[in-house]
């Protein structure tokens, strides 16, 4: 649009210029006319020099007027020419300067490549380091695992010398309570024989008295009463006697009993020495052995100190021979040693704080990035006002240019103007075009001097930019020194966490220790309480005991019950075979009454069949219903579902179970039997614990609960936690 506007303003100068020519050559054609025509007259002659004295007049000013004029228009030549030098400097020092920042961001852009291939090769690095790092935590997680079976298998054997302490502890506390039993039964038949001897000694007391009484009576009352008297008391003595004689029966029972006592309690007081004697035995032995474990474990540790010290004392020579180390004794090397143990132990802090500095790290190079990201973003930007700044650059050239066309053709149009005679009408058009280039001039002024700031402007910004690459590439460095000082020491880290994960597992043994304790103490509480257990213990029964006496009851009403049943069914068939028959054949019968019974007993008994089978059915429903509601009450005390799948074989599925395959199955072989399935391989540690050490099935039921309940509200624990987050 702008070239076309130029174009139509020196197509219009043109116009002028010719028009002008045009009246010029009338008006000279018309002064010729009037010369001619008046060369007659003297007056006309006259008039004529002194129109021509005029004319040389006007000539001459505007001879001076076109002087002025082109004295001006070299002073705008000169404008133009130092306008058109000073933007051709100015382009001339932009594009230099966008050469310039074009090599610098080509220098920047291998910075980062070089950057970025540091950053890779440290990486690699860093996998190379974490990979062998994870070899060596694998390694050593074997080896903890070996440790850790180890342990298990001497806690195995504590828990079974325990056990056998315990089962002898338990021995030697029920024969101390047989022994204070009898100790108590033979004290009291001792205090019965005193009773018994002090009741003899005061019957031969009364007695005698009796005897003089008898010598002293004379008279026949005094004889009657004391004979009736004499009477009473012999039926008492009687009494006493048999009794006496009783009790000397029973007193030689307790004799004997007592002997049997003794003896029970001499072989029990030989057993209880004996079970010290092995106790003593057993602690010796347990204070050998432990001995000769520590004995062992010194022995290797002492072998293993040998190797090293030796290797040491080889490393040492070696190191002397090479280096000239002058540790002449070893209180030498001892302090060397112990110098360097320190300086371990300083390094092993500087680890620690480079593992920190090493995180940190990363979290700065992550941010570096993100950085590196926006000013590679933001350096977009700059190179598109760049670009922009080039085309509106191109766009001025081209303006330049034709100004340059433009500034030709008014030198052209004023050469022409100096060649022909002009009128005052010209002056005023030249004067309206050295206004339009005068404020062409300042347009373009005004143009240059936003372009000097657009330029300082973009100068700034790519210096800013520059800055910023050079703290990036700074801080990138720094990034990549710390990471490659703190790769050496990641494996470092790794062996302290499985240090610490060696110290919780250990503080994890112990716990399940003192549990172990809690539950054996509640064991023997159980057992102090009345429970017990039918493999170590014997209940003894009276022979007169009511519960056996209801039993047996109980048994034989079931047995007659059963039989009536059976032979009320037996005349059942009977009667129904005697009506089917009566009904076949009714004239090979028809007056033996005797030999089938009447049809409304027949009807009595279908009914009371009836009113059988409905109180069966009755109870079959109640007992389903009682079966149903015990079945949901342990179902819902216990969390387990229990079936019987086949003849005692019982199924058990938890409530918390993930899928219908996780059950356990369980045999009764006089004892109750864990069976293989899908669900129970995946249990192996809880059952070599519970079942295997512990022996306890419930324990066993309630830890799957307890794992299968954490599985389901783990994981809405954890994202409870995240959701605030």
């Given at each position: 649009m702008e070239d076309s506007a130029d174009n139509t303003t020196v197509i219009k100068v043109l116009n002028s210029f010719h028009s002008y020519l045009s009246q010029v050559d009338l008006s000279g054609h018309d002064n010729s006319t009037t010369i001619l025509s008046n060369s007659s007259n003297a007056l006309q002659s006259q008039y004529l020099r002194s129109l021509q004295v005029e004319e040389q007049v006007d000539q001459s000013h505007l001879k001076s007027k076109l002087y002025h004029l082109e004295c001006e228009n070299q002073k705008l030549a000169l404008s133009a020419k130092r306008a058109r030098i000073e933007t051709e400097l100015e382009l001339n020092t932009s594009t230099c300067n966008y050469e310039r920042e074009l090599s610098k961001n080509r220098e920047l852009a291998l910075q980062l490549k070089h950057a970025q291939e540091r950053e890779a090769e440290l990486l690699a690095q860093l996998e190379a380091v974490a990979a062998t790092s994870h070899r060596h935590c694998d390694a050593e997680i074997q080896r903890l695992t070996k440790d850790r079976e180890q342990l298990l298998q001497t806690q195995e054997k504590l828990n079974v010398a325990e056990s056998k302490v315990l089962d002898l502890q338990r021995a030697l506390?029920?024969?101390?309570?047989?022994?204070?039993?009898?100790?108590?039964?033979?004290?009291?038949?001792?205090?019965?024989?005193?009773?018994?001897?002090?009741?003899?000694?005061?019957?031969?007391?009364?007695?005698?008295?009796?005897?003089?009484?008898?010598a002293q009576c004379v008279e026949l009352e005094l004889k009657n009463k004391s004979l009736e008297q004499q009477l009473h008391k012999m039926e008492e003595d009687t009494v006493v006697v048999r009794s006496m004689r009783s009790q000397l029966a029973r007193l030689l029972d307790a004799e004997k009993q007592n002997k049997a006592l003794q003896e029970e309690i001499r072989y029990h007081r030989e057993t209880q020495e004996k079970t010290a004697l092995l106790k003593e035995e057993v602690l010796s032995l347990r204070s050998k052995t432990e001995r000769f474990q520590q004995l062992q474990e010194q022995h290797a540790?002492?072998?293993?100190?040998?190797?090293?010290?030796q290797n040491k004392l080889k490393t040492w020579e070696s190191l002397d021979q090479v280096t000239g180390m002058k540790a002449k004794n070893p209180t030498d090397l001892n302090r060397q040693l112990s110098l360097l143990q320190h300086e371990q132990l300083l390094q092993a802090q500087k680890n620690c704080s480079m593992g920190a500095t090493v995180r940190d790290a990363v979290r700065n190079r992550h941010r570096l990035e993100e950085e590196k990201i926006r000013l590679t973003a933001q350096l977009h930007e700059a190179m598109e006002r760049k670009q922009q700044a080039d085309n509106h650059a191109q766009n001025l050239q081209r303006r330049c240019m034709l100004l340059t066309r433009?500034?030709?053709?008014?030198?052209?149009?004023?050469?022409?103007?100096?060649?022909v005679t002009t009128t005052t009408g010209f002056t005023t058009q030249l004067s309206q075009r050295v206004r339009e280039a005068e404020a062409t001039a300042q347009r373009l002024n005004a143009h240059t001097l936003e372009l000097e700031?657009?330029?300082?402007?973009?100068?700034?910004?790519?210096?800013?930019?520059?800055?910023?690459?050079?703290?990036?590439?700074?801080?990138?460095?720094?990034?990549?020194?710390?990471?490659?000082?703190?790769?050496?020491?990641?494996?470092?880290?790794?062996?302290?966490?499985?240090?610490?994960?060696?110290?919780?597992?250990q503080e994890k043994l112990n716990t399940v220790t003192e549990e172990k304790g809690v539950l054996e103490m509640r064991l023997e509480m159980r057992s102090l309480q009345g429970d017990y257990d039918p493999r170590h213990t014997r209940v003894l029964q009276m022979k007169m005991n009511p519960l056996a006496a209801a039993q047996e009851e109980h048994k034989t009403e079931l047995l007659r019950l059963q039989d009536e049943c059976d032979r009320l069914r037996e005349r059942v068939r009977?009667?129904?075979?005697?009506?089917?028959?009566?009904?076949?054949?009714?004239?090979?019968?028809?007056?033996?009454?005797?030999?089938?019974?009447?049809?409304?007993?027949?009807?009595?008994?279908?009914?009371?069949l009836e009113s059988a089978e409905l109180k069966n059915q009755r109870l079959k429903e109640v007992f389903q219903m009682k079966i149903q509601e015990f079945r949901n009450a342990y179902y819902s005390l216990t969390g387990y579902q229990m079936a019987v799948s086949t003849e005692g074989q019982y199924k058990l599925m938890s409530m918390y179970a993930e899928r219908e395959n996780d059950y356990l199955l369980f045999k009764n072989a006089g004892q109750m039997q864990l069976l293989e399935t899908e669900f129970s391989q995946s249990l192996s540690d809880l059952i070599s614990l519970h079942l295997h050490q512990q022996k306890s099935i419930p324990v066993f039921l309630s830890a799957i609960t307890l794992e299968l309940f954490s599985r389901q509200t783990c994981p809405t624990m954890s994202l409870a936690q995240h959701l605030p987050q």
């Open positions: 506390m029920n024969k101390d309570m047989k022994m204070t039993i009898l100790s108590s039964d033979h004290d009291e038949a001792q205090s019965r024989l005193d009773e018994q001897e002090r009741l003899c000694q005061e019957a031969k007391e009364k007695v005698r008295e009796l005897e003089g009484v008898q540790h002492l072998l293993v100190e040998n190797e090293d010290l433009e500034r030709d053709g008014m030198r052209g149009i004023l050469d022409s103007y100096d060649e700031k657009q330029l300082g402007t973009t100068k700034m910004e790519t210096f800013n930019y520059k800055l910023k690459a050079q703290k990036l590439e700074a801080d990138l460095a720094l990034e990549h020194s710390r990471v490659s000082a703190a790769a050496r020491d990641f494996s470092r880290d790794e062996a302290d966490q499985l240090c610490k994960k060696i110290e919780d597992l009977q009667l129904e075979q005697g009506g089917a028959v009566a009904t076949a054949a009714p004239a090979e019968q028809p007056g033996d009454s005797e030999s089938a019974l009447p049809s409304r007993v027949i009807a009595d008994l279908r009914k009371q």
